[in-house]
């Protein structure tokens, strides 16, 4: 039996899917980026805890902590975490000061949620990835539901700019984010579940019925398995790849 699990990311990996399809199994807790450094603050006033300036960093940590597991078992059994690559050496960094001499990422994990299946979720195709991560931030468009409405938006609607340099840098960065959580899992003597965002956009039900597999509980019939998000994809998103395999090609 596990305790939880993290799902292991890079941005628009299908991330927000996955943690949704996950939840509504209702016995796959309620995973989250409990540890994304821009929420932790909001996060922290929905938990209710004290005003991090009346308590030292060590307590709200602790209290930030047992907050989190709660939250991301949401009344099931099992604890769930998204975790980006970017954010990965600061929860370390805060874990090793609540649980000090640990001997490595891993034991400092398994200390603070106990037994884990570490998730990596990857996108094979890095330009379709690098092309969805500037869209969102140009248009600040993040997340539509199936029916074309909208689920998150971080900013007003602006037309979005094809850039070749900046798709370039994004390529280039998606890929060290990617190869540096392999790197991780092999210092750490982790063999994680690998999920691809192809497989897991194609046949979501599918690849959630495997998951709760590997996590050991009862999985949702096929049928009643219902994506709470849509893909943004779209002709402009074809027309930037098309026109950034040209201009590399120049």
Known sequence: MFDGYIVCGTPRTGS?????????TKTAGTPHS????????????EWKLPDRDTMSELDF??????????????GTGLFGLRLMRENLDELSAILDQIFPELPSDRARLEKAFGRIVYIHLSREDKLAQAVSLIKAEQTGL???APDGTEIERAAPPKAPQYDFKRIRREVTELETYDAAWNIWFTEQGISPLRVGYERLAANPAATLLGICEALGVRAPDAGDVSPGVAKLSDDTSLDWMRRYLLDASV
């Open 142 to 144: 993040w997340h539509i």
């Open 34 to 45: 409990f540890y994304r450094r821009q929420d932790v603050s909001e996060w922290a006033e």
């Open 61 to 74: 940590n602790v209290a930030y902590l047992n907050a989190a597991i709660a939250a991301g078992k949401g």
């Open 16 to 24: 927000t899917l996955l943690c949704k399809l996950l939840e509504s």
